[in-house]
């Protein structure tokens, strides 16, 4: 029987620099930090959600060989991955944190269908929509 979906990996260009993103900007902590020779299984939950890992993983061996990982980065840089959905309470305020931390936002916090969303990119390029509960906006 399924318990549901535990963790989705994101493919980085660097996982210092997206673990620091993580931590220091969204707010996760680290879940898993492991090396097995060159490879690394990283992973970082929000601590609202302890049983879902955001895996922080970068293209190439073992997985991929250098032309799909090339292929690979150069989709994740252009924005062409499916964002991520960050729900938050206030979106206008988690954006001016946010913002003050350095986060690249693509869009301003906009009011539509009842809600605030706005959009931002991690340091590899993958994009997130960061989204206020309904009933919540101003």
């Known amino acids: 029987?399924?318990?549901?979906?535990?963790?989705?990996?994101?493919?980085?260009?660097?996982?210092?620099?997206?673990?620091?993103?993580?931590?220091?900007?969204?707010?996760?902590?680290?879940?898993?930090?492991?090396?097995?020779?060159?490879?690394?299984?990283?992973?970082?939950?929000?601590?609202?959600?302890?049983?879902?890992?955001?895996?922080?993983?970068?293209p190439g061996p073992p997985m991929h060989d250098e032309a799909t990982a090339q292929t690979l980065r150069g989709m994740v840089a252009k924005g062409a991955m499916p964002p991520l959905v960050l729900n938050v309470t206030d979106c206008r305020a988690a954006y001016l944190r946010m913002r003050d931390l350095g986060v690249e936002f693509t869009q301003e916090p906009v009011e539509r269908f009842g809600s605030v969303d706005a959009g931002f990119r991690d340091p590899a390029g993958n994009g997130w929509k960061m989204i206020q509960a309904r009933g919540r906006a101003a």
């Open 1 to 58: 029987m399924s318990q549901g979906i535990g963790m989705v990996g994101l493919y980085v260009n660097d996982q210092d620099e997206a673990l620091a993103f993580y931590v220091e900007k969204l707010g996760f902590r680290v879940c898993a930090d492991v090396r097995n020779g060159a490879y690394r299984w990283l992973t970082v939950q929000h601590p609202e959600q302890p049983s879902f890992e955001l895996g922080l993983f970068m």
